[in-house]
């Protein structure tokens, strides 16, 4: 596709700055992008915004309409299901018209009278941005914690609201994590606290209600490591976890004695990941101690020294223990066997096991929230890319289902008129890469049809399918979508992630890139007809297939991308930099850093022709650097041999997450709807 004529793109100065390490040198022209106080870099951003609104100006009544039709499947008045806590039946909804969740309780019953614990739409009055999140109640249901950003910069002011009286206390909290506790006296609340530099989370402290000096219970000064809280289900331990990519060390302290120090439950030993739960008389241990895809331990109360844990659920090759959800009479097990989820249930006291039942070829099931450890009812979810989210309520004893709630898609929704695969893609070593896939009926595989391939695969995140009721805009035109489950991601087991990160990196690249081959042999689609999109590491992603095979896309849409992998790795003092090591490595060292250098996408931006290009970004970012994307585009343009479309937008009020309200962020997803199918259009 051709640039609109008569519209001239923004060209950043080039300010030449030298970089050099281990004997070899880099030229960055545009490092002075590195200063979001700085009013030329804020006007080059603003110039980059006018040139995208510009060249999409044709498209903006569909823009506006794609908004009105994803907006429209919303149904504004909406509840969630409500969960039992402590006596309180907790749950949230939405009003019509309002953009920001309305969290509500009732105590006892469902039939009791709903007593609003916090409208998030007037904490949010005023504010171009507000998230709100880690809303915490005291045991006793009196007090209520909870964490604020009005910048998108994941910085949280915790307030503290009196839930009798309805009263906002004094007491005020900068710069945390959104990770508070409260200890049984409903009077303490340990919280995290981030640098504000770094923005690593590296301490926690003890608050007293109603007292302005805050105590520190610990600090982590490990860099690599950040430390977040939690509590047991039963409720009696309140644990600190201190954790890098491979490492983890929980602290234990009983929730009725917060005065007291915490203790280390196991000291930290490399490569080892462990996390901690409790049940009556013994701890439960889920780690990956000389257990590759995790392994399920148990320890007495009295001592936790690892020589006397002793093994529940063994190791297995083929399976990937995720996550554990005990009750009194039951454990329940995620598990996940050739890239999908089960749901194992075991009876504590009849060893009796029994796995819940799922039948699409593609799905994804989750543990929902249970609050109660006395309870038969299991909450679980599951969606597919053509099954709205449904959270059921499963009886662990006579083995009935109930269906509690089905996301409702407004203006109608007739699953049978969509069909979903999983494939298997062959990567060049040979290995079996899963992808899944969905499209209306009546979707030709000939080759001409336009799809768009999405995939992360970093952090041993697996990107599960799920339904998006966004994506109906697409599909009706006629777009299949679909997700390569590459390495890099967790989907096929610890090893999955082993083999998609560190020096093994460029595995994930390939992956995509050889999953997209594998949909045009197939006939879904071909070069001319093939979009991709990707986010943060995922946008580091298209950098990299951008550069690798340019000829492969029509289209790349780079959400807030992680591009400039060896700068950024290099500034300790750039957010998450520290904790990233384990997973990039560090080019401090020379092998780390050749490694880097030969796949980051700004350092091998090159002088030939690359597809059409969308990229995104936020000012206040705290995830991605908005310089990285905004560098990356400057590149580009100074390189790029073709007239294919780039685009730059800031988003100049938001960070790494896009807008806060639920409607507003429609508008970003329009922006990369249309201009994928303005492209498709153009063909």
């Known amino acids: ?73 919303i149904k ?40 609003v614990i916090l409208d998030v739409n007037e904490v949010a009055a005023g504010h171009a941005y507000c998230q709100v999140t880690a809303l915490t109640v005291s045991p006793d249901g009196r007090m209520l914690a909870y964490g604020i950003d009005t910048v998108s910069r994941r910085l949280y002011t915790v307030r503290i609201k009196n839930l009798q009286t309805g009263e906002t206390l004094e007491d005020t909290i900068l710069d945390t994590a959104p990770s508070y506790t409260w200890a049984a006296d409903n009077l303490t609340l340990f919280y995290t606290r981030k640098d504000t530099v770094t923005l690593r989370a590296d301490r926690v402290l003890r608050h007293t209600i109603g007292e302005s000096q805050d105590t520190e219970v610990y600090f982590e000064a490990d860099e690599t490591f950040d430390v977040y809280l939690n509590k047991t289900k039963s409720g009696k331990y309140i644990l600190i976890t201190s954790e890098s990519t491979l490492t983890s060390e929980v602290r234990i302290l009983t929730a009725a004695t917060p005065a007291e120090n915490f203790s280390i439950f196991h000291p930290r030993t490399k490569d080892q990941l462990y996390s901690v739960d409790h049940r009556e008389d013994k701890f439960y241990i889920l780690t990956n101690w000389e257990a590759l895809n995790f392994r399920l331990m148990e320890c007495p109360l009295d001592n936790t020294s690892r020589e006397v844990w002793k093994e529940i659920i063994p190791n297995r090759s083929h399976v990937l223990l995720e996550e554990l959800a005990l009750f009194t009479d ?30 699409e070829p593609a799905y994804t099931a989750y543990i929902g929230t249970n609050g109660e450890m006395n309870s038969h009812e299991l909450r679980y979810g599951y969606m597919s890319m053509v099954t709205p989210n449904s959270v059921y309520d499963y009886n662990m004893i006579t083995g009935s289902t109930e269906l509690k709630r089905q996301q409702e898609v407004m203006g109608g929704y007739d699953a049978t008129q969509y069909s979903s695969e999983r494939l298997l893609a062959t990567a060049a070593d ?16 000939d080759g001409k049809q336009p799809l768009l391939l999405y995939a992360y695969g970093s952090y041993g995140h697996s990107m599960d399918v799920y339904f998006n009721s966004n994506m109906l805009s697409l599909l009706d035109r006629g777009f299949a979508y679909a997700i390569a489950h590459i390495r890099g991601g967790q989907e096929m087991g ?67 991308p992680f591009v400039d992998v060896v700068t950024t790795m290099l500034d300790e003092t750039i957010p998450l930099t520290t904790g990233e090591f384990d997973e990039w490595g560090n080019p401090k060292n020379k092998d780390s850093y050749d490694y880097m250098l030969s796949y980051s996408p700004y350092d091998q931006v090159e002088a030939k022709d690359y597809p059409n290009m969308l990229v995104t970004t936020g000012l206040h970012d705290s995830q991605v650097q908005y310089w990285e994307p905004a560098k990356w585009v400057a590149k580009l343009r100074e390189f790029k041999s073709d007239k294919h ?4 937008y800031t988003d100049m009020e938001a960070g790494h997450g896009g807008a806060s309200g639920r409607f507003e962020m429609l508008k970003e997803k329009a922006l990369e709807y249309a201009f994928l199918l303005k492209l498709e259009e153009k063909n």
Not at 500 to 507: D, H, P, R, T, V
Not at 514 to 541: R, V
């Open 494 to 560: 610890r090893q999955w992630y082993e083999d998609g990160k560190m020096f093994k990196k460029k595995n994930t690249f390939t992956d995509f890139i050889d999953c997209a081959l594998h949909l045009i042999k197939e006939k879904y689609t071909s070069p001319s007809h093939l979009y991709a999109m990707g986010g943060s590491a995922g946008g580091l992603l298209m950098g990299a297939i951008a550069n690798m095979r340019p000829d492969l896309w029509n289209g790349v849409v780079a959400q807030v």
């Open 76 to 115: 504004e008045t909406d509840m969630g299901v409500p969960y039992l806590k402590n006596g309180y039946y907790y749950y949230h909804r939405y009003e019509e018209g309002k953009e920001y969740t309305i969290y509500c309780r009732k105590k006892g019953s469902l039939d009791a009278a709903e007593e």
């Open 430 to 445: 040979g290995t079996q890469v899963p992808v899944s896939l969905v499209y209306k009926n009546g979707f030709k595989k």
């Open 1 to 73: 596709m051709m640039l609109q004529e008569n519209i001239n793109p923004p060209i950043a100065e080039k300010i030449p700055k030298e970089l050099t390490i281990h004997d070899h040198t880099r030229i960055d022209n545009y490092y002075w992008l590195n200063d979001r106080e700085n009013a030329d870099v804020i006007a080059y951003l603003k110039a980059e915004n006018t040139y995208t609104e510009a060249v999409l100006a044709p498209e903006k009544g569909l823009r506006e309409q794609l908004f009105n039709e994803m907006k429209g499947r």
């Open 330 to 359: 039951f454990m329940v097990l995620a598990e996940r066997e050739n890239g999908l989820t089960q749901i194992r249930i075991i009876n504590s006291k009849t060893g009796e096991e029994k796995f819940l039942p799922f039948s």
């Open 645 to 648: 479309l780039l685009l730059l």
